[in-house]
């Protein structure tokens, strides 16, 4: 149950709290000239996002902060919180400069693992492709589709990877950047024995678990508001486990974190996502 930690650390955060720049011009100005006092600390970072993703160092500057923006109780924008957006930039360059020898991969060998990782995982993780009625992107993830029975640490591996390019990339969506995302795990099916299993044999290997320690933390450093995460067809069991954590959980994550049923999160014939 180590994923109740990683929801909460993704999802103890809302963006801006106080408003520092009225526009987004004047918020990107101080954030500039913040990053122009200590260039060399988002030059790893600039190369990555520009080596892997094919955007700009401006196009990352933008998505922290469209994170910083801060909004009323009805969703107006208000303004934007600099300090949050620099604060939040600063420390995933930091996390990049000091596991670039992890992250160090080149164009052709991202956009090769990411093929083959597709090729594995095909219909495990998915996005929607429409949003939900609030706007936000759903990120889907099927546990039925995998047979944990036939990974091994390569495709393991993969799996890791492609999810982790998957979040990554979606810092620059202008839907994202606006309404966040929305998290959906599908565990209708799912051979429990043989993912703890799986599980405990990645712990053995060293090299993997740093690897997925370092992404957890870029994950966690991402401008990306995590609004809900719905944990769909789940055995009764592993049900009543999770409720008993959750009421040790604050009231603020506790409230996005939802346990249903397809038939409660698909309205309608057309299949629309509800949420």
């Given at each position: ?249 604050s009231s603020a994550v506790g409230k996005k974190i939802h346990i249903t049923d397809w038939h409660k999160v ?10």
């Amino acid at each position: 149950f180590h994923f109740l930690p990683a929801i909460k650390s993704v999802m103890d955060h809302d963006g801006g709290k106080k408003v520092t720049a009225a526009s987004y011009e004047e918020a990107e100005e101080r954030v500039r000239s913040l990053m122009e006092e200590e260039s060399e600390t988002f030059e790893d970072s600039r190369l990555w996002t520009l080596g892997v993703f094919s955007k700009t160092i401006n196009d990352l500057t933008r998505s922290f902060i469209m994170y910083s923006r801060v909004l009323d109780k009805s969703g107006e924008e208000l303004g934007y919180d600099t300090d949050i957006a620099y604060q939040r930039l600063r420390k995933y360059a930091l996390i990049v400069h000091e596991h670039k020898e992890i992250l160090s991969c080149s164009p052709a060998v991202t956009r090769r693992l990411i093929r083959e990782a597709q090729e594995k995982i095909d219909k495990v993780v998915n996005l929607m492709d429409k949003t939900d009625k609030h706007g936000r992107v759903v990120f889907l993830s099927s546990m039925r589709r995998i047979d944990f029975k036939k990974l091994d640490d390569k495709v393991t591996i993969f799996i890791s990877r492609y999810i982790f390019f998957m979040l990554h990339s979606l810092m620059f969506d202008e839907d994202v950047q606006k309404h966040g995302i929305v998290v959906v795990n599908d565990y209708d099916h799912f051979d429990l024995l043989a993912g703890l299993r799986q599980q405990r044999a990645r712990k053995l290997d060293e090299t993997a678990t740093r690897r997925r320690k370092v992404m957890m933390e870029l994950v966690q450093a991402l401008p990306i508001k995590f609004s809900s995460f719905y944990l769909v067809s789940i055995p009764w069991w592993l049900h009543a486990t999770i409720s008993l954590l959750l009421a040790f959980q604050s009231s603020a994550v506790g409230k996005k974190i939802h346990i249903t049923d397809w038939h409660k999160v698909i309205k309608g014939r057309r299949r629309r996502i509800e949420l």
